[in-house]
């Protein structure tokens, strides 16, 4: 069941990383059910070698590997520690995924000048087999917001003026490149302001009036909470500098657009070389930041996040809600990019909001059996007749729609 692990470094064996590779591999034997059906894949992760610590760029880039293959076939690689030095330093590891990876293999590792390259193989079984739910066919619009920093005075290290920005930019990037739940719609230059949860807009949850008036079905919400740096250290009376560690730590939120109720969670922690400068002003939004081991930490974070919302998103409908009504025609917030078609059929749900002790307004919904064909479709929203005059009298807006 298990392939020879083909580790070369210039021409030589690597055993320090035989050894994890081969944990990793024989931990998944024991998890998951060997399958005749299976998918041999090959990913390739790449990092920048700092201070000529070849480990941490060895850490990184096969960190990168394993989140290129989350991306590709849907494998979630989860532990505490995934791997340290080039080395598997926790034993708590799991997967999760609409299909199962029984065997993983280091083919190659390349050093060249300062970068690291490793290609890993893996061997992907059916995704029917262990599939918990079924994915929706349509794709939630996720409103993004500028992104929050907590100690904006962080961000004089380098300048960094524009980060905020710059992260919500990236942010929406990699969830439109890689979801497959959901795409963003991104509003990096304005921000959410509200001084706590429970602020309410004319009555309603903020989060439900921003999906309302973005026609989106949920809001992103991401608090950048550490970006400290270490102090520089030097040694050999001043004349060599080290490169200080620097933190990201970041918490996001997703609000749903009808109930603005929180359903999903999470707070993600890195660091890695701040490999600028002293003094040096940096561009948030330059590749040259994006490429460097700081920025490459980054963007690993925010790729586990998308795969740990697609998670939560998957086994939940995707709501539409009707945005206009003139007679028996109705429009809905959902069109071509959720993954309407035209003769898409839809069933209404009724709708509607009620005070609760605060005065603040919920969202209650009624059983109803009226259903829709679509005959026009746009690009954020599509316009359906309703046959039944009767059914055409209780329908208003913001009724619920969902695709059947």
Same mark, same amino acid.
């Given at each position: 069941?298990?392939?020879?692990?083909?580790?070369?470094?210039?021409?030589?064996?690597?055993?320090?990383?035989?050894?994890?590779?081969?944990?990793?591999?024989?931990?998944?034997?024991?998890?998951?059910?060997?399958?005749?059906?299976?998918? =041999?894949?090959?990913?390739?992760?790449?990092?920048?070698?700092?201070?000529? !610590?070849?480990?941490?760029?060895?850490?990184?880039?096969?960190? =990168?590997?394993?989140?290129?293959?989350?991306?590709?076939?849907?494998?979630?690689?989860?532990?505490?520690?995934?791997?340290?030095?080039?080395?598997?330093?926790?034993?708590?590891?799991?997967?999760?995924?609409?299909?199962?990876?029984?065997?993983?293999?280091?083919?190659?590792?390349?050093?060249?000048?300062?970068?690291?390259?490793?290609?890993? *193989?893996?061997?992907?079984?059916?995704? *029917?087999?262990?599939?918990?739910?079924?994915?929706?066919?349509?794709?939630?619009?996720?409103?993004?917001?500028?992104?929050?920093?907590?100690?904006?005075?962080?961000?004089?290290?380098?300048?960094?003026?524009?980060?905020?920005?710059?992260?919500?930019?990236?942010?929406?990037?990699?969830?439109?490149? =890689?979801?497959?739940?959901?795409?963003?719609?991104?509003?990096?230059?304005?921000?959410?302001?509200? /001084?706590?949860?429970?602020?309410?807009?004319?009555?309603?949850?903020?989060?439900?009036?921003?999906?309302?008036?973005?026609?989106?079905?949920?809001?992103?919400?991401?608090?950048?909470?550490?970006?400290?740096?270490?102090?520089?250290?030097?040694? #050999?009376?001043?004349?060599?500098?080290?490169?200080?560690?620097? =933190?990201?730590? #970041?918490?996001?939120?997703?609000?749903?657009?009808?109930?603005?109720?929180?359903?999903?969670?999470?707070?993600?922690?890195?660091?890695?070389?701040?490999? #600028?400068?002293?003094?040096?002003?940096?561009?948030? !939004?330059?590749?040259? #930041?994006?490429?460097?081991?700081?920025?490459?930490?980054?963007?690993?974070?925010?790729?586990?996040?998308?795969?740990?919302?697609?998670?939560?998103?998957?086994?939940?409908?995707?709501?539409?809600?009707?945005?206009? /009504?003139?007679?028996?025609?109705?429009?809905?917030?959902?069109?071509?990019?959720?993954?309407?078609?035209?003769?898409?059929?839809?069933?209404?749900?009724?709708?509607?909001?009620?005070?609760?002790?605060?005065? !603040?307004?919920?969202?209650?919904?009624?059983?109803?059996?009226?259903?829709?064909?679509?005959?026009?479709?746009?690009?954020?929203?599509?316009?359906?007749?309703?046959?039944?005059?009767?059914?055409?009298?209780?329908?208003?807006?913001?009724?619920?729609?969902?695709?059947?």
């Amino acid at each position: 069941m298990f392939g020879t692990l083909k580790v070369k470094h210039d021409g030589k064996v690597l055993p320090q990383l035989v050894k994890p590779l081969m944990a990793i591999g024989c931990l998944l034997a024991m998890l998951l059910p060997f399958h005749t059906n299976a998918e =041999q894949i090959e990913v390739t992760g790449s990092a920048k070698i700092v201070n000529n !610590n070849i480990d941490k760029a060895r850490e990184q880039a096969i960190n =990168q590997a394993l989140n290129y293959a989350s991306l590709r076939s849907g494998v979630s690689f989860n532990s505490q520690q995934q791997i340290s030095q080039g080395s598997l330093t926790q034993d708590t590891f799991s997967m999760q995924r609409m299909g199962s990876a029984s065997n993983i293999e280091l083919v190659s590792e390349l050093v060249s000048g300062n970068s690291i390259t490793v290609v890993l *193989s893996l061997y992907i079984d059916d995704a *029917s087999q262990v599939e918990q739910c079924q994915q929706s066919a349509l794709k939630a619009a996720i409103l993004l917001p500028q992104a929050d920093i907590r100690h904006p005075v962080q961000l004089n290290y380098g300048h960094l003026n524009n980060f905020p920005e710059a992260l919500t930019l990236r942010m929406g990037e990699i969830l439109n490149n =890689q979801s497959q739940t959901s795409f963003a719609k991104v509003h990096a230059n304005e921000r959410l302001y509200n /001084k706590n949860d429970l602020v309410n807009f004319k009555g309603y949850r903020i989060p439900s009036w921003l999906g309302e008036l973005t026609d989106t079905q949920y809001i992103l919400k991401t608090d950048i909470l550490d970006m400290s740096t270490e102090p520089y250290t030097s040694s #050999f009376l001043g004349l060599v500098e080290h490169t200080p560690l620097r =933190q990201f730590t #970041f918490k996001l939120q997703l609000y749903h657009g009808i109930s603005g109720e929180v359903v999903w969670s999470e707070t993600l922690s890195t660091n890695a070389e701040w490999d #600028f400068k002293r003094q040096e002003t940096v561009m948030p !939004n330059s590749q040259r #930041f994006w490429s460097s081991a700081y920025g490459q930490a980054i963007y690993a974070q925010l790729q586990q996040s998308i795969i740990s919302m697609d998670d939560a998103l998957n086994c939940r409908p995707v709501l539409g809600q009707i945005v206009a /009504k003139q007679g028996d025609r109705i429009i809905i917030n959902l069109g071509r990019n959720n993954g309407i078609k035209l003769g898409d059929k839809l069933l209404i749900v009724l709708q509607k909001n009620i005070p609760d002790r605060l005065n !603040n307004m919920r969202a209650l919904v009624t059983e109803n059996t009226t259903k829709v064909s679509v005959d026009q479709v746009s690009e954020d929203t599509a316009t359906a007749v309703i046959a039944n005059i009767d059914s055409a009298e209780n329908i208003q807006i913001q009724d619920i729609a969902i695709k059947l």
